[in-house]
Structures are given as structure tokens and as C-alpha cells.
């Protein structure tokens, strides 16, 4: 009874700490998009943060200013597709790892499924161990892949913004003498 209550504990929360990291990434408190200004990138090593107006922004609201930029909103999009999926993979991971360890640590079967035995020995806690280690790994390049596509989806917008701002009215020499210029 033990181990159940163990496992149980250590499952509800890997299932909770889950729920909070992808809750997280969707900042209801999120003021209020400034679509005439561009964002900034700040680097740091590998690592690139992103601000308007001095707010760090999230992808999700990155997603949310450039939505009228469809070039830009299609690789901030593919950003957050890729986040999401590197997220659900190390969840996963991590709650397969959790229930193998456990079920190692205990040294008795939690569940009513033997498993594989091989030799005489389970095996089947060894199985969901090394899958939920393979889902952990591959999300790191996963997660590592989604930061290409933000940036581009970024300078994407800012590159678009400088180009519509590119008209200016200048009084000046035209064909038929002084007059109103306007360059674009």
C-alpha cells in the first residue's frame, strides 16, 4: 500500500509541475500589445530574451503582436508548435522515469502487469525507465529547434515595421518648381 501511495505522489506531481510549466507560457496578465513598435532582441550566449517596451515577452505573446504579419506569425507559430511538443515529451518523460524509479526504489511490482521477464526477471520497469529517458532526450533538441523559428518570426516584424515607415513628406524641387515631396 506504501508504494501505491508513493507512486501516486510522485505521478500527481510530475502531472502537476506539467500542467504549471505549460500554464505558465500563457501570461494572462499580459498588457496590452503595441503593434507600432518593434521588439528587441537581447542576447545572451545561447540564450535570447525578447522586450517591448521593457516587458520580457513569451512566445505565446510574441504570437499575439505579430498575428498581422503572416509571414511572421507563421514562424513564431511553428516556434510554439515545436515548444509545446518539447514540453509534452519531457512531461511524459519525466512521469515515466518517476513511475519506473519508484517502482525500482520499492522493489516490489506497483502494478498488476508483470512486465517482460527475462531470465526469470522483471524487466518492465527497465523498459518504461529507458523510453521515459529517449522522450526526455529528444526534447532537448525539440526545444532547442523552437528558438530559430522566434527569431525569424521577429526580425520578420521588425523588418516589416521599418518598411512601412519608410514614407516621409518633405518640402523640396519638384518638375514644375517648389512643392510637397513625399519619399517611400
Known sequence: MKERVLLLTVLIVTAISCKCQLITNYDVNFVTPNFDKPIKVVKSG??????????????????????????????????????????????????????????????????RWDGFMYGGQRIGSWIVFGSGAALLISAIPISLSSKKPTEKGVNTYNNNLESEKRVSFDIG????????????
Open 173 to 184: 524641387t519638384t518638375a514644375n518648381g517648389v512643392g510637397l515631396v513625399m519619399n517611400f
Open 46 to 111: 545561447k540564450h535570447a530574451s525578447y522586450f517591448q517596451d521593457k516587458i520580457n515577452l513569451s512566445v505565446p505573446q510574441i504570437q499575439q503582436i505579430v498575428k498581422n504579419d503572416e509571414l511572421a506569425s507563421k514562424y513564431v507559430n511553428k516556434a510554439q508548435n515545436l515548444n509545446v511538443t518539447a514540453k509534452v515529451f519531457a512531461c511524459t518523460g519525466g512521469a515515466c522515469v518517476a513511475y519506473s524509479a519508484v517502482d525500482l526504489i520499492v522493489g516490489k511490482h506497483t502494478g
